[in-house]
């Protein structure tokens, strides 16, 4: 492949920096930058940046914001009109089947960027994104008051109430994970090179994708059709210990030799004063 082959670094750059235009923009020109480098782990990123995560798979980090659980109660007295009232709950108020599945004031933001931004558009000061199961949840709510006496009220809904900032933020993360990645590639790009080799692609991306999970641990990028020789997977943890380097079989010999004659050397002391005594 020839440095010509990859192209689209350019179009890439302007639609980062673009403010204006819609981040998918600037994730679909990258996926098109991981297909001129036959990169599938950049692509796969790109790639469910812009659809989502899946409800079973990992997230990166950035992706789980701190949100309020809030519930919405409907009380249903006979003669009445109904009354709604929308109350902050704590994790404590949930089902134990909630509890065990480890919702908490931690909300996944799984949808696709432009779905994220659709989210805020139409939202004002919170967006509510409700978690897997939630009409379950509610369900399972509405029997606990009515076992504490409270036969009128009925859960109608359980959601996060997330800060229209803190979502604004997981967009800008990306954005800046995308110009980390171009700032990469440039600076690998000696003067006069016009458009980056494989390998520069490569270091950029392992650089600027240096993703973990939401618990610090390693975050993988799964290729859905990655080559043998590139491998599936694209681990993003940078820091971990190289393996030790094997040793010769000489070297391995000598210290078992070493090791035996300190052992002399230290029966030949003890020897030496048991006989003084």
């Not at 990028?221 to 010769?248: C, F, L, M, Y």
């Amino acid at each position: 492949m020839t440095t010509s082959d990859i192209r689209g670094l350019e179009q890439l750059e302007r639609a980062i920096l673009d403010d204006t235009a819609s981040l998918a923009s600037a994730l679909r020109q990258c996926l098109l930058l991981a297909g001129y480098a036959h990169h599938e782990e950049l692509g796969a990123w790109a790639l469910k940046e812009l659809e989502g995560y899946p409800a079973a798979g990992e997230l990166p980090s950035y992706r789980k914001v701190s949100a309020p659980l809030e519930a919405e109660f409907v009380v249903n007295l006979p003669g009445y009109s109904d009354r709604s009232n929308t109350q902050r709950i704590s994790v404590h108020r949930l089902p134990r089947s909630a509890r065990e599945r480890g919702i908490g004031e931690s909300a996944p933001i799984r949808q696709g960027v432009r779905e994220i931004e659709a989210l805020i558009a139409i939202s004002d000061r919170t967006v509510h994104i409700s978690p897997p199961g939630s009409a379950q949840y509610a369900l399972e709510m509405t029997r606990q008051q009515q076992q504490i006496g409270q036969e009128f009220t009925h859960v109608k809904d359980l959601y996060w109430a997330i800060a229209k900032p803190s979502i604004e933020g997981v967009l800008d993360h990306i954005r800046t994970r995308l110009t980390q990645f171009v700032a990469e590639v440039r600076a690998a790009m000696p003067a006069g090179q016009q458009n980056p080799d494989p390998n520069q692609i490569d270091s950029a991306a392992q650089q600027a994708l240096n993703i973990t999970g939401g618990n610090n641990s390693t975050f993988h990028i799964t290729a859905p059709n990655a080559k043998a020789d590139r491998g599936g997977t694209a681990s993003a943890n940078v820091n971990e210990p190289a393996p030790a380097t094997p040793q010769p079989w000489w070297h391995r010999t000598s210290v078992i030799w070493t090791a035996v004659a300190a052992v002399a050397a230290v029966a030949g002391v003890i020897a030496t004063v048991i006989a003084a005594k």
